[in-house]
């Protein structure tokens, strides 16, 4: 299986930082690689697919990019409903795997 | 807009089987370009593919659960479920069924629409 490891897994920022958050990958995995948002209680949100390309309807301060075994998520300016856990999950072969979660809290 | 909704006990006994399904409202199994998928998220934890399948191919399960796992559709009923056999306390978890987007000229699969997510203890 392929291993995803994201880091920090946890952050405390404020409002309107800047953030961003890494997911490496234990061998290549192209551009195969989606992030989510999950708020408590919650479902999980897709945020951005294949590496950088977004959702529809997710704010374009969210942004993704990087290839091969190393990605970033980036949040250009945090809103305060941006404070949730995320994942990145690998779909470039079975099983998909996700990273272990980052959880971003306010300051 | 695509709404999936998870159905079944909320409670099972050791050595039995869990048994979910996933009704599709305002979409269809049938649809060519998704596949439908379960994962799960035992309480506190991060979370884990379970399997997916196309409404006219063959299940793709995670090895880890493999010998355990049945995945099908039902096309008429517009619903696919989950068979999860001889459980232990390690799977109580939420479990989500998801539809898997299949990328054409983008690379991958994405799990684009989630159902709410049903929580399922194990335990007698």
């Known amino acids: 299986d392929i291993q995803m490891t994201q880091s920090p897994s946890s952050l405390s920022a404020s409002v309107g930082d800047r953030v961003t958050i890494t997911c490496r990958a234990s061998?290549?995995?192209?551009?195969?690689l989606n992030w989510y948002l999950q708020k408590p209680g919650k479902a999980p949100k897709l945020l951005i697919f294949?590496?950088?390309t977004l959702q529809s309807g997710v704010p374009s301060r969210f942004s993704g990019s990087g290839s091969g075994t190393d990605f970033t998520l980036t949040i250009s300016s945090l809103q305060p409903e941006d404070f949730a856990t995320y994942f990145c999950?690998?779909?470039?072969?079975?099983?998909?795997?996700f990273g272990q979660g980052t959880k971003l809290e306010i300051k | 807009q695509l709404q999936l909704q998870e159905s079944g006990p909320d409670l099972v006994k050791p050595s039995e089987t869990l048994s979910l399904t996933c009704t599709v409202s305002?979409?269809?199994?049938?649809?060519?370009?998704?596949?439908w998928g379960w994962i799960r998220q035992p309480p506190g934890k991060g979370l884990e593919w379970i399997g997916s399948?196309?409404?006219?191919?063959?299940?793709s399960y995670n090895p880890s659960l493999k010998s355990r796992v049945t995945i099908s559709v039902d096309r008429s009923k517009n619903q696919f479920s989950l068979r999860l056999r001889t459980v232990t306390a390690a799977d109580t978890a939420v479990y989500y069924c998801?539809?898997?987007?299949?990328?054409?000229?983008?690379?991958?699969?994405?799990?684009?629409?989630w159902g709410q997510g049903t929580l399922v203890a194990v335990s007698s």
């Open positions: 294949a590496a950088s």
């Open positions: 305002d979409g269809s199994v049938t649809s060519i370009s998704h596949y």
């Open positions: 061998e290549s995995i192209s551009r195969y």
């Open positions: 399948i196309y409404y006219s191919g063959s299940p």
């Open positions: 998801a539809r898997e987007y299949k990328g054409i000229g983008v690379p991958g699969t994405w799990l684009d629409s």
């Open positions: 999950q690998q779909s470039y072969s079975t099983p998909y795997t």
